[in-house]
């Protein structure tokens, strides 16, 4: 038992564990409002109103078009630019915007526009025969939308919107390389480049931050997999898609 726990690798594992919340703590923030938002800008993308679908596009287009680096950069220096700190690199206390909040705001950004082109695609992609089904039973556009196309839209979107998921919790590792660490809020990469610092060691403690990654992407995989299987289960069993373990690695 002592042996085990003076093990490098055990110690590393031991040490990243509390770090890699701050990492599921950025990526289950940006979810619950990402996914809303995405949703508005997909049926606003999808709109007759050509002043709304062309706002949607160009949110889209600007934070798909541009790295998330730098947009964590450009909205930290508005923060600052606007007397919005916690790290009071000027003295400055008048408001106070926490990393903790400034994070998942980029993140939210980020990921609704990638999510909003999914459930675009998914939105353009509902079988038509099932729409020309409700319009003939009487269904107003409110109810079509409920009873049919969101449901489709969900469930066609859904495996793509498993990669955006684990690319998003991968790119929460950007957080405090552009925002200020606070006390001890590091996360799995900050924490892993500390403990390099000691002994210079870059395959033990990097190796261990990546199979943090993994396991955790892993758990995302398993967990959206289930919710798969729910949003399916109205199918044929020999028609329905087997939930693969087939990450992308090119976004």
């Known amino acids: 038992m002592d042996w085990l726990l003076n093990n490098a690798i055990v110690q590393d594992i031991i040490t990243l564990a509390r770090p890699s919340l701050f990492n599921l703590y950025f990526a289950l923030a940006s979810i619950p409002i990402g996914f809303p938002f995405a949703m508005l800008l997909a049926l606003g993308k999808n709109s007759s109103n050509r002043l709304i679908s062309w706002l949607s596009n160009a949110y889209i287009y600007a934070f798909r078009g541009s790295p998330l680096f730098i947009q964590f950069f450009m909205f930290y220096s508005l923060a600052l630019s606007m007397n919005l700190t916690v790290w009071k690199p000027l003295g400055i206390d008048e408001i106070v915007l926490h990393p903790l909040f400034l994070g998942p705001l980029v993140l939210v950004l980020n990921t609704s526009a990638y999510t909003a082109e999914i459930f675009y695609g998914a939105l353009k992609t509902v079988p038509k025969g099932e729409l020309e089904a409700a319009r003939?039973?009487?269904?107003?556009?409110?109810?079509?939308?409920?009873?049919?196309?969101?449901?489709?839209?969900?469930?066609?979107?859904?495996?793509?919107?498993?990669?955006?998921?684990?690319?998003?919790?991968?790119?929460?590792?950007?957080?405090?390389?552009?925002?200020?660490?606070?006390?001890?809020?590091?996360?799995?990469?900050?924490?892993?480049?500390?403990?390099?610092?000691?002994?210079?060691?870059?395959?033990?403690h990097f190796s261990v931050a990546a199979l943090y990654f993994v396991a955790l992407s892993m758990l995302i995989f398993f967990v959206f997999g289930l919710v798969q299987k729910y949003l399916t289960r109205h199918l044929r069993t020999e028609d329905t898609p087997k939930f693969r373990f087939r990450p992308k690695y090119l976004r």
């Open 136 to 204: 003939a039973m009487g269904m107003s556009k409110w109810q079509e939308f409920w009873s049919v196309k969101w449901p489709n839209t969900i469930r066609l979107a859904w495996p793509a919107y498993t990669n955006e998921v684990v690319f998003l919790f991968h790119a929460t590792v950007l957080v405090y390389f552009t925002l200020p660490v606070i006390d001890e809020q590091k996360d799995i990469m900050n924490k892993a480049g500390e403990l390099f610092e000691k002994d210079f060691n870059v395959f033990l």
